[in-house]
Nanobody, 117 residues
Framework: QVQLVETGGGSVQSGGSLRLSCAAS????????MGWFRQAPGKEREWVTT???????TYHDSVKGRFTISRDNAKNMLYLQMNSLRPEDTAMYYC???????????WGQGTQVTVSS
């Protein structure tokens, strides 16, 4: 069955960096766009970034220039490099796979990122 497993979360101080990873299995990874979302306590889940099958990337304005999404189709892995972290980046981070219609229909369980000031 489809599995998306995120790792790499943790606690860092403001200005620090973290690299999240997402291991995908159970479907043809290279055929799917992929994305990262996050959900802070008391807030709705929000989209962070997407990488297409063409490797084209898009980012939420709040993370542009600080976060970088990448994928390794040979390893079925998705990554999120997060630099210059801010307290407002504190959230549960989820990876997700989207279908040809752009709908995110496969989701991981999330990994917690906490940024202290």
């Amino acid at each position: 069955q489809v599995q998306l497993v995120e790792t790499g979360g943790g606690s860092v101080q403001s200005g620090g960096s973290l690299r999240l990873s997402c291991a995908a299995s159970g479907y043809t990874f290279r055929n799917r766009c992929m994305g990262w979302f996050r959900q802070a306590p008391g807030k709705e889940r929000e989209w962070v970034t997407t990488i297409a099958t063409s490797f084209r990337t898009t980012y939420h304005d709040s993370v542009k220039g600080r976060f970088t999404i990448s994928r390794d189709n040979a390893k079925n892995m998705l990554y999120l490099q997060m630099n210059s972290l801010r307290p407002e980046d504190t959230a549960m981070y989820y990876c997700a796979a989207c279908n040809s219609g752009g709908t995110f229909d496969y989701w991981g369980q999330g990994t917690q990122v906490t940024v202290s000031s």
